[in-house]
C-alpha cells in the first residue's frame, strides 16, 4: 500500500544485537499491527496498536517490543531475547471501525549474520 | 484455542482452469472474514465477507461464506499467470485482532 512505508526492505542482524523494524503510514488510521511471516506459516501477530501511547501484546511478542509516541508511526525493535528472529515482517494499518479491512506495508526481510 | 484452515496448502493448474479455495475457521467472537492475495511482498486485500449466503464479486474472483459451516471460498475463474500468488484467508476476531491461515499457494501455467 502506497500509504504504508516500511523500512529497511533488508535487515542483518548480528547476536546479541536489538534491530528496529520502522512503520510510518500517512493514512491517518488509528490501529497498527506487526506480523511475523515463516515460509509454510501463517501471520501471526507481535504487537499492535489502538490508538497512540497505547499498545497490546500479541500472540508472538516474546523477544521483541514496540512504541506508539505518535500516529504515524509504531517501530518494531527485536531484541537480542529474540533467539530466532529469521523472518519477514509485516506492518498493518486499519482504520477505526471493524468492518473495515487491513492494509499492508511492503515488509521487512530480517536475517541473523 | 482459535484457528484458521486453508486447503489445499497448495495448487498447479493451467490456464483457463477455475479454481476454489477455502477457510474453516473456529475462531470466538468472529467479525468478519478476509482474503487476500500475496504475490511477492505485501499482502492486497480482495473480499470482506460479514453476513451469510452474500456473494461478492471482483472480476473472475467471488467469494462467499457460510456462518453456519464456519467457512468460506473463494473462486477463480479463466485463471491466468498472473493470478500465481499465495491467498491467504483471515478472521476477524472482536474488534481489533486477527487469525490467518496458512495460505493456499497457487500456481497457474501457461
Known amino acids: 500500500d502506497g500509504g504504508i512505508t516500511q523500512s529497511p526492505k533488508y535487515l542483518f542482524r548480528k547476536e546479541g544485537q536489538n534491530v528496529t523494524l520502522s512503520c510510518e503510514q500517512n493514512?491517518?488510521?488509528?490501529?497498527m499491527y506487526w506480523y511475523r511471516q515463516d515460509p509454510g506459516q501463517g501471520l501471526r501477530l507481535i504487537y499492535y496498536?489502538?490508538?497512540?501511547?497505547?499498545?497490546q501484546k500479541g500472540d508472538i511478542a516474546e523477544g521483541y517490543s514496540v512504541s506508539r509516541e505518535k500516529k504515524e508511526s509504531f517501530p518494531l525493535t527485536v531484541t537480542s531475547a529474540q533467539k530466532n528472529p529469521t523472518a519477514f515482517y509485516l506492518c498493518?494499518?486499519?482504520?477505526?471501525?471493524?468492518?473495515?479491512?487491513?492494509?499492508f506495508g511492503d515488509g521487512t526481510r530480517l536475517s541473523i549474520l | 484455542e482459535d484457528k484458521v484452515v486453508q486447503s489445499p496448502l497448495s495448487l498447479v493448474v493451467h490456464e483457463g482452469d477455475t479454481v476454489t479455495l477455502n477457510c474453516s475457521y473456529e475462531?470466538?467472537?468472529?467479525?468478519?472474514l478476509l482474503w487476500y492475495k500475496q504475490e511477492k511482498k505485501a499482502p492486497t486485500f480482495l473480499f470482506m465477507l460479514?453476513?451469510?449466503?452474500i456473494e461478492k464479486k471482483s472480476g473472475r474472483l467471488s467469494s462467499i461464506l457460510d456462518k453456519k459451516e464456519l467457512s468460506s471460498i473463494l473462486n477463480i475463474t479463466a485463471t491466468q499467470t498472473g493470478d500465481s500468488a499465495i491467498y491467504l484467508c483471515?478472521?476477524?476476531?472482536?474488534?481489533?485482532?486477527?487469525?490467518f491461515g496458512t495460505g493456499t499457494r497457487l500456481k497457474v501455467l501457461a
Open positions: 498493518a494499518t486499519r482504520g477505526p471501525y471493524s468492518n473495515q479491512p487491513q492494509h
Open positions: 493514512l491517518n488510521h488509528d490501529a
Open positions: 496498536s489502538q490508538i497512540v501511547n497505547d499498545f
Open positions: 475462531v470466538t467472537n468472529f467479525r468478519s
Open positions: 460479514t453476513s451469510s449466503g
Open positions: 483471515a478472521v476477524g476476531r472482536g474488534a481489533y485482532k486477527y487469525i
